[in-house]
C-alpha cells in the first residue's frame, strides 16, 4: 500500500514539474501533459493497485487525450479571441458585414449613416436619404459602403 502512495507522489510530482516548466517555457504543450500526469495521480489513488505498466499506458492515454482537448477544444477558442482582439481599437472594422440606414444621402460619394446612436461618414455609390447600405470596407473613419441586396 505504501508502494502505490509512492506511486502516487510520483506522479503529482511530475504534473508539478510540467506545469512548472509551462510556466518557464510557454506554449500550451506541457500544461497539457501535466494535467495528464496529475489525472494518472488520481486515477491511482481510485485504483491503488494499479501496476506501473497499466500506470504508464494510462498516462499516455491521458496525455494523447489532453493534447486532442487542447488542439481541438482550447486552441481554436483562444485564436478566435485573439482575432476578435486584434480589432478591439478598430471599431471600423467590426461593422465590416453590418447594414445601416443612410441618414444623409451619398451625394458625390460622401454621405453619413447611423450606426448605434451616433453617425459615420461613408463613401459609395449616391444613394438616397434612407437607403440600407452594407459595410464592406474602412478606410480611416469613413466607412465604405454599397447597396444592400
Same mark, same amino acid.
Given at each position: 500500500?505504501?508502494?502505490?502512495?509512492?506511486? =502516487? %507522489?510520483?506522479? +503529482?510530482? @511530475?504534473?508539478?514539474?510540467?506545469?512548472? &516548466? #509551462?510556466?518557464?517555457?510557454?506554449?500550451?504543450?506541457?500544461? +497539457?501533459?501535466?494535467?495528464?500526469? &496529475? $489525472?494518472?495521480? *488520481?486515477? @491511482?489513488?481510485?485504483?491503488?493497485? @494499479?501496476?506501473?505498466? $497499466?500506470? !504508464? *499506458? &494510462?498516462?499516455a492515454v491521458l496525455?494523447?487525450?489532453?493534447?486532442?482537448? +487542447?488542439w481541438h477544444g482550447?486552441?481554436?477558442?483562444? /485564436?478566435?479571441? $485573439? $482575432? =476578435? #482582439?486584434? =480589432?478591439?481599437? /478598430?471599431?471600423? #472594422?467590426?461593422?465590416?458585414?453590418?447594414?445601416?440606414?443612410?441618414?444623409e444621402a451619398i451625394?458625390?460619394?460622401?454621405?453619413?449613416?447611423?450606426?448605434? %446612436?451616433?453617425?459615420?461618414?461613408?463613401?459609395?455609390? %449616391?444613394?438616397?436619404?434612407?437607403?440600407?447600405? #452594407?459595410?464592406?470596407?474602412?478606410?480611416?473613419?469613413?466607412?465604405?459602403?454599397?447597396?444592400? !441586396?
Amino acid at each position: 500500500m505504501s508502494q502505490s502512495f509512492a506511486l =502516487h %507522489d510520483l506522479w +503529482w510530482i @511530475l504534473a508539478l514539474l510540467l506545469i512548472g &516548466a #509551462e510556466l518557464l517555457l510557454p506554449g500550451y504543450f506541457l500544461l +497539457w501533459i501535466g494535467i495528464a500526469a &496529475a $489525472a494518472t495521480g *488520481v486515477l @491511482l489513488l481510485v485504483v491503488p493497485g @494499479l501496476s506501473l505498466l $497499466a500506470q !504508464a *499506458v &494510462a498516462f499516455a492515454v491521458l496525455a494523447v487525450l489532453a493534447c486532442l482537448v +487542447w488542439w481541438h477544444g482550447v486552441r481554436p477558442r483562444l /485564436r478566435l479571441r $485573439a $482575432a =476578435h #482582439e486584434a =480589432h478591439l481599437n /478598430r471599431r471600423g #472594422e467590426q461593422l465590416i458585414g453590418q447594414r445601416y440606414v443612410l441618414v444623409e444621402a451619398i451625394v458625390n460619394g460622401r454621405g453619413k449613416a447611423r450606426v448605434g %446612436d451616433g453617425q459615420w461618414l461613408v463613401s459609395g455609390p %449616391d444613394l438616397p436619404r434612407g437607403a440600407m447600405v #452594407e459595410v464592406y470596407g474602412v478606410d480611416g473613419t469613413t466607412l465604405k459602403v454599397r447597396p444592400a !441586396a
